[in-house]
């Protein structure tokens, strides 16, 4: 069985007119106007790992076009008990779910859970694989304050090598002509991060990634990774922690972004997190209209 037509399960293979064509849908989304796109449709929630902004999201993007929602979590269900990844699908199919929205530790869990029900299946997550809804709403996101992607240099610091965040998103931006650079620690930002797409490349000087930069996105980094990788939390920081000083080698309209949840202190000083040039609390409001966008597409309702 091929999957249901309106699944979203990842970035790579979505094209670059398709993703325009989410995007300038999500434009006309608006939570606080509630719209009818999905009224009476049951949107299944199955999370196998802990969310805040990306649950929380897909939940008032799915009640505010009408659906109502079912959160499935593996603690406290029949996960925890051992049933397989098909059999809760399955189950929830035959409880009437008409969307399944899943994160799971498991690269490629989603495509597998679609290749087996009839309805559309969105990855909220999938391992160290893709993150498609975040890179969707990071791109809303870069829209809403540049004019294009084409031309754009953006920055991906920190830990490239288990992000399914960096991946998604070098997978969109060199859809359309931007020009990435990744940056961190050889043991999180290894040289074949640069075949994830064209026009990638990896450098381990942070000076040289911001050179220049219109969009600075910085990644999730976990101390007790740094630790199991014998990585010094201080040289880190030292490093490649960003700082107002370092915030001033990127163009003066440089706009910083973080997928959350953010460390202040390790991966950004509060002064650049609630700083004039920050858009990570706006990248968390544009996860609604976004993900409102992708569930309206879900279901053939995104015209």
């Known amino acids: 069985m091929n999957p249901a037509r309106g699944s979203l399960l990842g970035i790579e293979h979505l094209e670059a007119a398709e993703i325009?064509?989410?995007?300038?849908?999500?434009?006309?989304?608006?939570?606080?106007?509630?719209?009818?796109l999905l009224k009476g449709k049951r949107v299944l929630l199955l999370f196998y790992e802990a969310s805040t902004r990306t649950r929380s999201s897909f939940e008032i993007a799915a009640k505010s076009l009408g659906a109502h929602t079912v959160l499935i979590q593996a603690t406290g269900s029949s996960v925890e008990k051992g049933e397989s990844l098909l059999d809760t699908g399955y189950t929830v199919r035959a409880v009437g779910a008409d969307i399944i929205v899943i994160r799971h530790p498991n690269a490629g869990a989603p495509y597998v859970m679609a290749q087996h029900v009839d309805v559309p299946v969105i990855n909220a997550g999938d391992g160290l694989h893709e993150h498609p809804s975040q890179a969707l709403l990071d791109a809303y996101t870069i829209l809403r304050n540049k004019k294009s992607f084409k031309g754009l240099q953006v920055a991906i610091v920190g830990d490239i090598f288990h992000s399914r965040v960096a991946r998604s998103a070098c997978h969109l931006l060199s859809k359309f002509g931007a020009k990435i650079i990744l940056c961190g620690?050889?043991?999180?930002?290894?040289?074949?991060?640069?075949?994830?797409?064209?026009?990638?490349?990896?450098?381990?000087?942070?000076?040289?990634?911001?050179?220049?930069?219109?969009?600075?996105?910085?990644?999730?980094?976990?101390?007790e990774r740094l630790a199991g990788l014998k990585i010094d939390l201080a040289e880190?920081?030292?490093?490649?922690?960003?700082?107002?000083?370092?915030?001033?080698?990127?163009?003066?309209?440089?706009?910083?972004?973080?997928?959350?949840?953010?460390?202040?202190?390790?991966?950004?000083?509060?002064?650049?997190?609630?700083?004039?040039?920050?858009?990570?609390?706006e990248e968390v409001r544009n996860g609604v209209p976004t993900r409102m966008a992708i569930l309206a597409r879900a279901i053939g309702r995104m015209r």
Not at 20 to 36: S, V
Not at 252 to 261: F, L, Q
């Open 185 to 223: 620690p050889a043991e999180l930002a290894p040289e074949i991060a640069a075949t994830l797409a064209s026009g990638v490349r990896v450098t381990r000087h942070i000076e040289d990634a911001l050179r220049g930069t219109d969009v600075i996105m910085l990644l999730r980094v976990q101390t």
């Open 20 to 36: 325009m064509r989410i995007l300038k849908f999500a434009r006309r989304m608006n939570p606080d106007k509630p719209r009818t």
């Open 236 to 281: 880190y920081i030292a490093r490649y922690q960003m700082n107002p000083a370092r915030l001033k080698m990127a163009k003066k309209d440089a706009i910083v972004m973080h997928p959350g949840p953010i460390i202040r202190g390790l991966e950004l000083t509060s002064e650049v997190a609630d700083g004039a040039q920050a858009r990570i609390l």
